[in-house]
């Protein structure tokens, strides 16, 4: 199956400062989902997003699939964006194991 | 209004027993799916099903069975309890199948 591989593991920022969240795939992929598990444990829709750039807000993400890769982008970051952010392809129905990520004040 | 929902959301139970947890959208969508997380917070797929049809079935143990009476729901069964089923299982339901995904709020069994 696609292994789906999600770096840095941890993240702990700034409030107000930029990051960028990473998705590597092992094989082409038509279908790719970047998800937010608050602290609640609610697992929020970010991008649906197998090939391009999309931009909601303050994130945006981009899919390279000749190169399999992901990218999600979050600028001036928020206390509220703390959580774990993960990586989903849906050929193979994988989750990546997930960034998480603390926005200190 | 609520998307995809499930109930309940809490589920303390012991060993052995026999509990179902529910899942319901009101999406249209015509695919859903059960996955488990675990205390790891890893999401692992464990059934879709299609037009009520079963099409993905990961290896899971067979005392877990879903069932679909209609397209808006899925409902889970989950036969003889064990301490390795304490997880968070989450309903999700997309328009089409490997589509994009919407989650339902989860639910969190606790076998004591």
């Known amino acids: 199956g696609i292994q789906v591989e999600q770096s840095p593991p941890d993240l702990i920022l700034q409030e107000g400062a930029n990051s960028t969240l990473r998705c590597n795939f092992s094989d082409s992929v038509n279908n790719l989902q970047w998800f937010h598990q608050n602290p609640w444990g609610q697992l929020i829709n970010l991008f649906y997003?197998?090939?391009g750039t999309k931009q909601n807000g303050r994130l945006s993400a981009t899919t390279v699939a000749t190169e399999r890769y992901s990218l999600l982008y979050i600028s001036s970051s928020q206390t509220t964006d703390s959580g774990v952010y993960f990586c989903a392809v849906f050929n193979d129905m994988r989750f990546g194991a997930g960034t998480r990520l603390t926005v200190k004040p | 209004d609520t998307a995809v929902s499930q109930t309940p959301k809490y589920l303390v139970t012991q060993m052995g027993n026999d509990k179902s947890i529910k899942c319901e959208q009101n999406l249209g969508h015509d695919t859903m799916y059960w996955y488990k997380q675990d205390s790891k917070k890893f999401l692992k797929i464990m059934f879709s099903?299609?037009?009520?049809?079963?099409?993905i079935n990961e290896t899971v143990p067979n005392r877990f069975s879903p069932k679909s009476p209609d397209k808006a729901h899925l409902n889970l069964h989950i036969n003889s309890l064990e301490l390795g089923d304490s997880a968070v299982y989450f309903c999700?339901?997309?328009?089409?199948?490997?589509?994009?995904?919407?989650f339902g709020p989860g639910t969190r069994l606790t076998v004591t």
């Open positions: 997003i197998p090939s």
């Open positions: 099903y299609n037009n009520k049809e079963l099409i």
């Open positions: 999700a339901s997309s328009q089409r199948v490997f589509g994009e995904q919407y």
